[in-house]
């Protein structure tokens, strides 16, 4: 399956169009049956799989709870749509950040299977189980797959743990105007303004985060940015991302 626009230069929709479609084909199942698991109209599937609706959040969430099988294929459309973004920048941000959510998601339940199979060959057979190196696989490549969409996407955005950065992309660079290296391995609180630590610290001990700080750019000069973040990860290993997003007009130049 191929990415393609309808007529609003949507990239995504199209193409659930045609996993549905399948789905429909493979479980030979109607639009209302579907409609029933998903606990949405039979007109919305109906839509969806025409291309006349976009599909939000909610919708590829429920899809992919009801059919887990298609789940990877899912990923492959927004990964794809990802890609082409240079040539349709009609994508949502909305659907950009299902796509790093279900990414992380995916790594955190790869890591999670890998850490259970660990333990059978710790405390079990010593033989070691066939599906281990297969789900070893695959999380590589759900992580080939974040990484590809967190340094090629045009949103800012950076990779935090115990509020020290550990990743920033070229976007959140470009955007305040410091290197990769001025940045990585130093406290948010460093580029916060003094005023606004009190409500930054609280915000960070959060899971999700939705605030606006102000920001030192490398000029000196603050700008208010809108910075959305999520918690990840097991077994205590947690880190967040966050989407950064300036919130003034005629923000001052790098």
């Not at 927004?78 to 941000?93: C, I, R």
Request: aromatic share 6%; hydrophobic share 35%; net charge neutral.
């Amino acid at each position: 399956m191929q990415p393609s626009l309808n007529n609003k230069g949507n990239v995504v929709d199209i193409v659930i169009g045609d996993i549905i479609r399948k789905i429909r084909n493979d479980q030979a199942l109607t639009q209302p049956q579907i409609a029933e698991l998903l606990g949405v109209s039979a007109i919305s599937i109906h839509s969806y799989e025409k291309g006349k609706r976009n599909a939000g959040v909610s919708f590829y969430k429920k899809l992919i709870g009801a059919f887990p099988t298609y789940s990877d294929q899912i990923s492959q459309v927004l990964t794809n749509a990802a890609k082409t973004e240079k040539e349709s920048p009609q994508m949502s941000k909305e659907n950009e950040q299902l796509l790093i959510r279900y990414q992380q998601e995916k790594i955190d339940s790869l890591e999670k299977q890998l850490a259970e199979k660990n333990t059978l060959i710790n405390h079990g057979p010593k033989e070691k189980p066939e599906t281990l190196d297969e789900i070893s696989d695959m999380l590589n490549d759900a992580s080939k797959q974040w990484s590809w969409v967190f340094y090629h996407t045009d949103k800012p955005m950076s990779c935090t743990r115990k509020g020290i950065l550990r990743n920033v992309n070229p976007a959140l660079c470009k955007l305040l105007g410091y290197t990769e290296d001025e940045m990585l391995g130093k406290s948010l609180l460093e580029f916060i303004h003094p005023d606004d630590h009190k409500r930054a610290i609280v915000e960070i001990k959060k899971s999700t985060r939705n605030i606006q700080l102000r920001i030192c750019k490398s000029n000196g000069k603050y700008c208010n940015m809108n910075i959305e973040a999520q918690e990840f990860g097991v077994n205590g290993n947690v880190f967040s991302v966050g989407l950064i997003t300036c919130c003034e007009k005629g923000c001052p130049d790098i």
